[in-house]
């Protein structure tokens, strides 16, 4: 397991992309990154879909690195 730091978390809070998903937080049912829209169902899982993907992941963070991995290898 990897260590996180202080200055990565509040750096990490800062990001446009964490931002957004954490309206899904509060109530927002679903947010648009990029070509992804992101919604957060029933049982507390975040769906993660394009065109070209539909996947889940159980938390805000996983949610992030998804997007911030995927994001990075198309720009």
Known sequence: MKQTDLFEF??????PIYMELEKLMNGTPSVEISTYIITKNSFDLFEIENK??????SSIDQCYQ???TNLKQKG
């Not at 509040?10 to 990001?15: A, H, L, T, V, Y």
């Not at 070209?52 to 992941?57: A, I, L, N, P």
């Open 66 to 68: 998804y997007l911030y």
């Open 52 to 57: 070209e993907v539909h996947d889940c992941v």
């Open 10 to 15: 509040s750096e990490k809070r800062d990001d």
